[in-house]
């Protein structure tokens, strides 16, 4: 039986502060389009943006047939295959191309799998995932200084979009653990075995 291999990725959202990274284990031959599921889970976004993984100056994405110019399908890639074509240890990951959250990932270790550990798994977590539509890094940061700020203007206003309390350094660990591991359960079921099943003989 061949042991399955794993890789350990460090994911760092880019110009933000407080930090907000996370390390996460994927199986080797994991797809690029589900390497974007794990990367929303495990940082905590909505999937609700375009995306696209790059690496040494190719990028994987949606492809849509009306942008002749964009990424490659990342349904018909594999993070295994774009490491040992492109010879990289780093990939970047962006998410939102309007508001430009950009993603350092780098491949910590590759390692072979723990017997009967279902993955992907969330390593560790720092940082909370910033708000989706508030203008990538520099609007975070504005949203930031605003809510230290309880006499700002806007005080009020951003409390009340945010709708919850926000502490930018709870990184909500164990939702994510949750998000990642119900994606790991759902990769990692079998088909049924339809061949036992007795066809029904008509009367």
Request: glycine fraction near 8%.
């Amino acid at each position: 039986m061949t042991v399955a291999t794993i890789a350990r990725l460090e994911i760092t959202l880019d110009d933000v502060e407080p930090a907000v990274q996370r390390r996460v284990e994927v199986p080797l031959k994991i797809r690029l389009d589900r390497l974007h599921l794990v990367f929303q889970a495990a940082i905590g976004w909505s999937n609700s943006h375009l995306y696209e993984i790059r690496a040494g100056g190719v990028g994987w994405g949606m492809v849509d047939p009306d942008w002749g110019d964009g990424p490659m399908d990342a349904s018909k890639s594999r993070l295994l295959d774009v490491l040992e074509d492109m010879g990289v240890k780093t990939l970047k990951y962006l998410y939102d191309f309007g508001d430009g959250w950009e993603h350092t990932v780098k491949i910590e270790r590759i390692a072979d799998a723990l017997p009967g550990l279902s993955y992907p798994v969330l390593i560790d977590a720092k940082g909370r995932c910033p708000p989706e539509d508030v203008g990538g890094p520099p609007g975070y940061d504005e949203l930031l200084n605003i809510l230290a700020s309880p006499k700002h203007k806007r005080h009020a206003e951003i409390i009340e979009w945010l709708g919850a309390t926000f502490d930018a350094r709870d990184a909500g660990t164990q939702n994510l653990a949750d998000a990642v591991d119900a994606l790991a359960r759902k990769w990692s079921r079998k088909p049924k075995d339809t061949s036992k099943i007795k066809p029904k003989i008509p009367n």
